[in-house]
């Protein structure tokens, strides 16, 4: 095999592609350790040109942990494991339209999402991220030590629950997998600690943080808006232009991402597949 070679972004806190590295085949340890590193490091790693089979994309998975199963997105036709994340010509919203981190409302979090891009509009529809230990870091001592005296709560309910976002929609187009399941909140620190790095993160986020355990929504409200203020700050961002075949893996505990929504009347297909973590870290 070549030597793994990798690019970084023009961010230096999030975004690492390689380069000269094919996933369709058996890895070995040392280059899945480095992968491992480096989405400890910089949130979530790119790779270009992987023309992967379900049964692929699964056996990449798998080397990082036991696949968590996403149960409200339709799943991909005789894999059970990998989800859909489809945006037809006529549908005007999308998966994924606003910043968020993957699966924060469950009580044990997925680690990681690897989302294979299978088709791509003739433009549009990049990825944001963010890495919020680099937030965290850039956050005053005083700030941080009480952030670290804190929890949030996280749901899927407003999303989708019975009543929740997806629900209303009448272009969803049946995206969502089981509507009899029920959300229930999780209740997490609202800094964490890596399990490899040992880094500090901050673990809120838009899509999912609800309210600040203890607080009323206003107070909660205001504390949270302030975070996510200095989170958006550009300089904690990269930005991902998908190709066919492109796939984008990243750390759900230290990062959000967007999707971006500007390719209407386009047809946007994607396999995501998300591993398991374990209880966080305060």
């Not at 070995?28 to 480095?34: H, K, L, M, N, S």
């Not at 209303?168 to 187009?173: C, E, K, L, S, V």
């Amino acid at each position: 095999m070549k030597a793994i070679q990798a690019t970084h972004f023009k961010s230096p806190f999030v975004g690492l592609e390689f380069e000269n590295l094919d996933l369709s085949g058996p890895l070995c340890e040392e280059t899945t350790e480095t992968i491992r590193v480096a989405l400890a490091q910089y949130g979530v790693v790119f790779f270009r040109d992987q023309y992967l089979s379900p049964e692929q994309q699964l056996d990449f998975a798998r080397r990082f942990a036991p696949v968590d199963r996403n149960r409200f997105f339709k799943a991909v036709d005789g894999y059970p494991e990998i989800a859909e994340v489809l945006k037809e010509p006529n549908q005007t919203s999308n998966i994924g339209g606003g910043w968020h981190t993957d699966h924060s409302y469950d009580e044990v979090p997925a680690m990681g999402s690897i989302l294979l891009a299978r088709e791509v509009p003739p433009y549009g529809g990049d990825t944001l991220f963010i890495n919020m230990a680099a937030v965290f870091d850039s956050l005053s001592p005083g700030l941080q030590a009480t952030l670290e005296r804190l929890h949030a709560v996280h749901s899927a309910k407003h999303v989708f629950g019975h009543e929740g976002r997806w629900a209303r929609r009448a272009d969803a187009g049946g995206r969502i997998l089981n509507p009899d399941v029920v959300p229930e909140d999780a209740k997490h620190p609202i800094v964490i600690k890596h399990p490899k790095s040992g880094r500090k993160i901050l673990y809120v986020n838009p899509g999912f943080t609800v309210q600040i355990d203890g607080w009323t929504l206003a107070e909660s409200k205001a504390l949270l808006d302030y975070l996510y203020q200095e989170a958006m700050r550009p300089e904690f961002q990269c930005r991902f232009q998908w190709a066919k075949g492109s796939i984008a893996f990243w750390d759900n505990l230290m990062t959000w991402h967007y999707a971006l929504n500007d390719y209407h009347g386009y047809r946007r297909l994607m396999h995501r597949i998300t591993v398991a973590g374990q209880a966080l870290q305060h």
